[in-house]
């Protein structure tokens, strides 16, 4: 079973960066697509971005397109969310999750595992 801890989270002002991680333990298949939700109080949980283990492709948002960066380390066993130009409505609870996918699609996927969260908040 895969364990995810996420990490990262913080305050910044609008217009700066945080650079979030999720570090994964346990058994994860290579054919596996990993994500980045978020969830604001009050709003439904959204998801952030999405990635394949093993095909890469990753896909976003389209409030964060051209903003944040989803990536890996294999080696480090280490999903990353670098998000830049914050504004103040990406304040939210950000997870990380996985799921064993082995179709090799990313879309549309029903995430069984989950981190605990790490908070961002970004002031005006």
């Known amino acids: 079973q895969v364990q995810l801890v996420e990490s990262g989270g913080g305050s910044v002002q609008a217009g700066g960066s945080l650079r979030l991680s999720c570090t994964i333990s346990g058994y994860i298949s290579s054919w596996s697509c990993m994500a980045w939700f978020r969830q604001a109080p009050g709003k439904e949980r959204e998801e952030v971005a999405v990635?394949?283990?093993?095909?890469?492709?990753?896909m976003y948002g389209d409030s964060v397109k051209g903003r944040f960066t989803i990536s890996q380390d294999n080696t480090k066993n280490t999903l990353y969310l670098q998000m830049n130009s914050l504004k103040s409505e990406d304040t939210a609870m950000y997870f990380c999750?996985?799921?064993?996918?082995?179709?090799?699609?990313?879309?549309?996927?029903?995430?069984?595992?989950w981190g605990q969260g790490t908070q961002v908040n970004v002031s005006d």
């Open positions: 990635i394949h283990i093993s095909l890469g492709r990753p």
């Open positions: 999750a996985a799921e064993a996918r082995y179709g090799g699609s990313c879309s549309g996927v029903n995430f069984g595992s």
